[in-house]
């Protein structure tokens, strides 16, 4: 198994950036597909981002797409999660996940097996 752990959140002004950073250990890191997903206060846990083992492929909802950038470092047991532009409404507690993939482009984890604990990100008006 693989466990996550997300730094970077913070506090932030709308129009601002930040970058979110999940450290992985355990088994390779290489060997997972991972993506972001973020919960906001009352609210379900949504998608964000995902990316492929090899960094190949990358997925965003609709909602972020053309801010958010995901990318990952698998040298360095790293995946990142580039936001820029940041509104209120992207205020949320911000996951990392991984999970079993097929290889190659478009192979996106399924399921998402192993969570991070969560980092909070506030985005002030």
């Known amino acids: 198994q693989v466990q996550l752990v997300e730094s970077g959140g913070g506090l932030v002004q709308a129009g601002g950036s930040l970058r979110l950073s999940c450290a992985a250990s355990?088994?390779?890191?290489?060997?997972?597909?991972v993506g972001w997903f973020r919960q906001a206060p009352g609210k379900e846990r949504d998608f964000v981002a995902a990316i492929t083992r090899s960094g190949s492929s990358t997925n965003y909802a609709d909602s972020v797409k053309g801010r958010f950038t995901i990318s990952r470092d698998n040298t360095k047991n790293t995946l990142y999660l580039q936001m820029n532009s940041l509104s209120p409404e992207d205020t949320a507690v911000y996951y990392c996940?991984?999970?079993?993939?097929?290889?190659?482009?478009?192979?996106?984890?399924?399921?998402?097996?192993?969570w991070g604990q969560g980092t909070q990100v506030t985005v002030s008006s």
């Open positions: 355990g088994r390779m890191f290489s060997s997972y597909a």
């Open positions: 996940a991984a999970g079993p993939s097929c290889s190659g482009d478009g192979c996106y984890a399924s399921p998402y097996r192993y």
